[in-house]
């Protein structure tokens, strides 16, 4: 994978209009592009007065690029800017391989990590409204092709019927999403069923979430992942320094330049982190934009009836701080609590599992007796793994198990407790 970006050079007279920061956004969209599962193998960087209409890109450029990704045997080029339909078509062409933009990079991760219905149908609604005018550039190419013998040749017949096709697939999921609003209470019931407290990490991308996510919970992930074997890469358990055990899920980042037709798609992909018992929100501590992105993040979160939540401020990359973290923790806090850590060289990360257990509602253990029928295994099974079994016996009507339960998993297992 190939990463481009165009910095727009400064006119005379417009000295006085924000910089454009090419170079920032093209490192976002590198850590964007790994996140897919990307590799970035090299990444272009041009300077013009303008965009190219035909190739973004002036043609030396292209030619350049050409060579590059034959030479790096890429499979992909990704533009940091949004592509229109054609220049698209005119750069797969020229360049002989795959061409994507930045807002179809940010579709596929949010397609990736959208796990409610709404935030799935969100985020087809957002491809699709995507691709609909790149349809439309696709028909004015075909019917000049067609010249004066009339302009509905089959391709533009085709293209009508796609066309008619994504309204129509447009037009249900805007239904759907109406009906899925109105019963989101009783899925957020059904999802409360889930047996362990869930952590969910939010915040930009690069600052450290999902090297926080391996960091914390490398010493959680045992060896029977049986139970876990359904749930996406994106969660995992976590022990706790109280031996509880919680289960931690990285969300989709906020991007900094997101464009504005994804804001929905995000917020809907976004929108597990209301489920979550408590939110880390990290934030990279070293960076000078800390300040504007916790407050960015906090209001979204707010925005996504998230604000209820109780949260942890996490401030990540402390030791790239060259100091003692205390005063930047004052500065970037204000009444919040946070914790300063580094994920990349565990600093701070024990204080921050201690963190979380203090944060975290109670989920107090207790004694209890469950009968379980022939056929319920699993259940058996999900008491051992989240509870301590004293005692275990069995008869012609099943299993009766004695263990010393978290709240959670009683709660979850209601219907065999023996009273
Ligand atoms: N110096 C330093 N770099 C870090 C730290 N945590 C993460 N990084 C780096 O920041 C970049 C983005 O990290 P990542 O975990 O992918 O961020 P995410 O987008 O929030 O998931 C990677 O290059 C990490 O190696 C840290 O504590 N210190
Ligand atoms: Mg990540």
């Not at 170079?23 to 960087?45: C, I, N, P, R, Y």
């Not at 509880?244 to 804001?263: A, E, M, N, Y």
């Not at 946070?338 to 257990?357: N, P, Q």
Request: aromatic letters at 4%; glycine letters at 8%.
């Amino acid at each position: 994978m190939i990463l481009v970006a165009v910095e727009l050079t400064r006119r005379r007279g417009e000295s006085h209009a924000p910089p454009t920061d090419a170079g920032e956004s093209l490192e976002e969209l590198a850590v964007l592009a790994e996140s897919a599962g990307a590799e970035v193998a090299g990444k272009v960087l041009q300077s013009r007065p303008a965009f190219d209409q035909a190739t973004l890109l002036g043609s030396g450029k292209v030619q350049e690029l050409k060579e590059m990704t034959a030479a790096l045997e890429a499979s992909a080029v990704i533009f940091d800017h949004e592509l229109a339909g054609t220049q698209q078509r005119n750069l797969e062409k020229a360049l002989d391989c795959k061409v994507l933009d930045r807002t179809q990079l940010i579709l596929d991760i949010f397609a990736s990590r959208a796990r409610t219905r709404e935030g799935q149908l969100q985020v087809e609604l957002a491809q699709l409204n995507y691709l609909l005018p790149r349809l439309t550039g696709r028909g004015a190419a075909m019917s000049r092709l067609g010249g004066g013998i009339g302009t509905r040749g089959p391709g533009e017949t085709q293209l009508e019927t796609d066309r008619r096709r994504i309204r129509a697939r447009i037009k249900k999921i805007s239904g759907d999403l109406d009906h899925v609003r109105s019963s989101r209470g009783v899925q957020r019931r059904q999802r409360q069923a889930v047996p362990l407290l869930t952590l969910a990490l939010a915040g930009y991308t690069n600052a450290g979430k999902s090297t926080l996510f391996n960091r914390l919970t490398q010493a959680g992930v045992t060896a029977d992942a049986r139970m876990f074997a359904t749930l996406d890469p994106t969660v995992r358990q976590l022990v706790l320094p109280s031996r509880r055990r919680v289960l931690l899920s990285d969300t989709v980042g906020f991007i900094r330049q997101l464009p504005t037709t994804l804001v929905k798609a995000f917020r809907a992909t976004l929108e597990e982190v209301t489920e979550a018992a408590l939110v880390l929100h990290v934030v990279d501590a070293s960076s000078e934009l800390a300040p504007e992105h916790i407050a960015h993040v906090a209001g979204v979160l707010a925005e996504i009836g998230a604000g209820g939540t109780p949260q942890l401020l996490v401030l990540n990359k402390v030791d790239r701080l060259g100091g003692p973290p205390a005063a930047v923790v004052r500065r970037l806090a204000g009444e919040q609590t946070a914790v300063a850590v580094s994920a990349l060289t565990g600093e701070g990360a024990g204080g921050l599992l201690e963190a979380i257990d203090r944060a975290l509602p109670a989920d107090p253990v207790s004694e209890a007796l469950f009968r379980f029928p022939p056929g319920e295994a699993r259940q058996v099974h999900l008491l051992h793994e989240f509870a301590k079994v004293l005692d275990e016996q069995y008869d012609e009507q099943g299993t009766l198990v004695r263990a010393a339960a978290p709240e959670s998993v009683q709660r979850r297992l209601a219907a065999f407790l023996v009273h």
